[in-house]
């Protein structure tokens, strides 16, 4: 079983920046791939970044290209999203993803992945 739960939401204005964190538990996190998705409300769940299991391969949303970056690190079992240059749009609850998938590929669909945080409220006011 894994268990994700994310960290580092909040309240911030619009052009700062924000990183949230999951931390995992589980055996084999090296072998997951990662992924960040976000629900607005009255809005789907929409992707926004996944990483491969290595680190290797990044993938993001076309409007999050340039703004945010995604990173992990096995040995502590965490993957972070950095935020810069908010805006009010971004203003979501965001989910940590997790899915057992060795090699470089990056699932972008929620349906593909297997395990899901909690979400952590971000809000950018304008």
């Known amino acids: 079983q894994v268990q994700l739960v994310e960290s580092g939401g909040g309240y911030v204005q619009a052009g700062d920046s924000l990183s949230v964190s999951c931390t995992t538990s589980g055996r084999f996190f090296g072998s997951y791939a990662m992924g960040w998705f976000r ?4 809005k789907e769940r929409e992707f926004v970044a996944g990483i491969s299991w290595s680190g ?23 993957v972070d999203l ?11 609850v965001y989910y940590c993803a997790a899915d057992p998938r060795p090699g470089e590929v990056v699932p972008t669909t929620a349906e593909m992945y297997r395990y899901w945080g909690q979400g952590t409220q971000v809000t950018v006011s304008s």
């Not at 629900?39 to 009255?42: K, L, M």
């Not at 950095?82 to 203003?91: G, I, Y």
């Open 82 to 92: 950095q935020m810069n240059s908010l805006k009010p749009e971004d203003t979501a």
């Open 56 to 78: 290797g391969r990044t993938v993001y949303a076309d409007s999050m290209k340039g703004r945010f970056t995604i990173s992990r690190d096995n040995a502590k079992n965490t």
């Open 39 to 42: 629900q607005a409300p009255g």
